[in-house]
């Protein structure tokens, strides 16, 4: 698709009204008008599926898109998308046809400058727009297929920054292609291998096919070139039916006969938490409104202990130092051999105390393999120094982006992606089992990759949308824990395709739910980041209105876990499941905590016992 061809709102828009009031003059003066759109003959047939939207989305791939029942044009559905940021919330199908043919693409909007148009169509791709449309606008272009073209992409969208629109009845009229009968459906699924989180599956090859579809309890999970998948993400011992089915251009086959699995016993590496466990960031190398709170003077409620910071002596060294506060800044701190005493004190009672690496002023980028070897000698060095039990990855800002091209999750390329992911690894291996690795992202790097991930599939995104997600998705074995930020965020979609706003029990539970769901990456259902396990998630929460933006009482916070682990208390969202087995909270910071009279600690240890 010419991108450079959709010039929207402040572009030279009006040059082209006056270019086409011209054309529409000339084509008027012109006899023979209708031949200029190809009439629909015998052999024509309309080859968009669901174009109507009467079956949801299927068929169809959008960035932001959902089907509502009002407004519609014909029938009981229509879509409704809305351009976000740098996305113009597209949908698009992919269609066959015959070369060297002529087609019509034609279909009715409502909004602003909403478009309508075709991609890789072999010699000229067109488009077709409204500036506004109040109530239901035709919009129409034809176009004549290469000499070898085979598949043509048929799309709509809107623009940036210019609300919602809505499209129903599209159609592409031209000659059709005999793509023959579905597939029938798939024999001989059997499953194999089972792990603690995975399930693997075999099928016999069904005549006809170009793919297959593995479902999982009912649900479409994933797609398979092959005849063989391993579906992950799955909850320890847990019985799981699966079924597949055959594809081909002709449509899909019926499902196949159901096998059930039962994946083994496994809660993850063993680090020695609790059932539910409380944790909190120290101010442990600076000095704010907080107060230097001593490590000795840590309530015993506290599980992990994050000290803050670890920094980078530049942004790509990778050379990471641990500088305690000065005694010019925080006139209480204890000495090296205090601090060190008061730690092996902690983990004598079963918490553990953590190296915090980044922050809001720590900016980590990875970018060479000698970063990453730094990295590592440097960060061990600290771990080493003072005793302490693992590390935590608070990269924010600009420390991780996705290069241009890099749109799965699953085989990232970006080099401070890969050498992360390297470094944590090698960690991981150095420390064995009982280290703990845990991981404070905010949400435009995890949960906005359920709209939009990295620079997006034409560009223009902002590179460091859900960026996070290939470093959890590659250390999910060897993650102890994940707390997102659900503060200083701005709205965020849920999986029930509505904007959540940070600042009460909402937020948290629809964030907190897409982690444990799992969810499609920038809208697509092929390629869907796998929930983790409930004891792997906690959530995080500013402990006082000083701490952050979003806040939330103790009120809302029970709110929130009565939602996720009883399924109570859900106010109008609607999670996926139940989780008894959260693993807790985390809250910024232990001394703002204490600045608010403990009231987080307090709430916590009501709420658990």
């Known amino acids: 698709m010419e991108r450079t061809a959709h010039r929207g709102p402040g572009g030279p828009l009006p040059l082209r009204r006056r270019l086409l009031a011209v054309c529409t003059t000339v084509v008027l003066a012109l006899s023979g ?73 034609a279909g009715y909007v409502r909004g602003s400058y909403v478009y309508l148009g075709a991609s890789g169509t072999g010699t000229t791709d067109v488009s077709t727009w409204t500036q506004s449309a109040p109530d239901w606008q035709r919009l129409s272009t034809t176009f004549r297929t290469g000499p070898s073209t085979t598949r043509v992409t048929v799309y709509t969208h809107g623009w940036y920054g210019t609300g919602a629109y809505y499209a129903d009845d599209l159609s592409l009229v031209g000659p059709g292609v005999d793509a023959g009968q579905p597939p029938a459906a798939p024999t001989g699924l059997t499953a194999g291998t089972v792990s603690s989180s995975t399930v693997g599956l075999s099928w016999s090859p069904v005549s006809g096919a170009t793919g297959y579809a593995v479902y999982r309890d009912g649900t479409k999970v994933q797609t398979a070139g092959g005849t063989s998948a391993t579906v992950g993400g799955l909850t320890p011992s847990t019985a799981y039916a699966f079924q597949v089915t055959a594809t081909n251009d002709a449509g899909e086959s019926a499902k196949s006969a159901t096998v059930t699995a039962t994946t083994s016993a496994g809660s993850g590496p063993s680090t020695g938490l609790p059932a539910h466990a409380l944790v909190g960031y120290l101010h ?49 701190v204890e000495s090296d051999a205090d601090f060190k005493a008061a ?12 190296i915090s690496i980044g922050g809001q002023n720590g900016q980590v980028q990875l970018t060479t393999a000698a970063a990453r070897d730094t990295f590592v ?69 995890v949960q906005l990759g359920y709209q939009y991930y990295g620079t997006g599939k034409w560009g223009g995104q902002d590179p460091r949308a859900g960026a996070y997600l290939p470093v959890i998705y590659a250390l999910r074995d060897d993650l102890t824990l994940l707390h997102v930020q659900d503060y200083n965020s701005g709205p965020i979609m849920g999986l029930d395709n509505q904007y959540h706003s940070m600042g009460g029990a909402d937020f948290h539970i629809a964030m907190t739910d897409m982690l444990l769901t799992g969810f499609p990456v920038a809208g697509d259902a092929g390629n869907v980041f796998p929930p983790l396990r409930p004891d792997q998630v906690a959530i995080g929460m500013p402990a006082s209105v000083n701490a952050g933006n979003g806040y939330v009482s103790p009120a809302e916070a ?52």
């Not at 080859?47 to 029942?69: I, K, M, P, S, Y």
């Not at 905590?593 to 916590?604: L, V, Y």
């Open 284 to 332: 442990a190398s600076f000095a704010n409104g907080s107060g230097y709170t001593r490590m000795a003077d840590v309530p015993d409620s506290w599980d992990v202990i994050d000290l803050a910071f670890g920094e980078p002596t530049s942004t790509t060294s990778g050379d990471i130092r641990f500088t305690r506060c000065p005694v010019t800044e925080c006139p209480t």
């Open 33 to 105: 008008l209708a031949a200029l759109a190809p009439a629909a003959g015998a052999a024509d047939a309309d080859l968009v599926r669901n174009g109507g939207f009467e079956t949801g989305l299927d068929g169809w791939t959008c960035t932001a898109g959902a089907v509502v029942t009002s407004p519609v044009r014909t029938g009981g559905s229509a879509l409704r998308a809305t351009p976000a940021g740098s996305d113009h919330a597209q949908c698009s199908q992919t269609l066959t046809v015959r070369p060297d043919s002529a087609y019509t693409l």
């Open 343 to 354: 730690i092996k004190a902690k983990q004598a009672a079963g918490k553990k105390v953590l």
């Open 558 to 609: 029970d709110k929130a876990l009565d939602c996720l682990t009883k399924r109570t208390n859900c106010g109008s969202y609607a999670t996926h499941g139940t989780w008894p087995g959260l693993r807790g909270l985390m809250t910024w910071s232990v001394n703002w905590d204490r600045f608010a009279g403990w009231e987080f600690q307090r709430n916590f240890d009501g709420y658990f016992g």
């Open 377 to 445: 000698a440097s960060v061990s060095k600290i771990i080493d120094t003072y005793g302490l039990d693992g590390l935590d990855i608070d990269f924010e800002g600009h420390s991780l982006s996705l290069d241009a091209g890099d749109t799965n999750f699953k085989s990232p390329t970006t080099p401070v992606i890969v050498n992360l992911i390297s470094a944590l690894k090698t960690l991981k291996a150095k420390y064995g089992s009982r280290f703990v690795l845990t991981m404070a992202p905010e949400t435009f790097f």
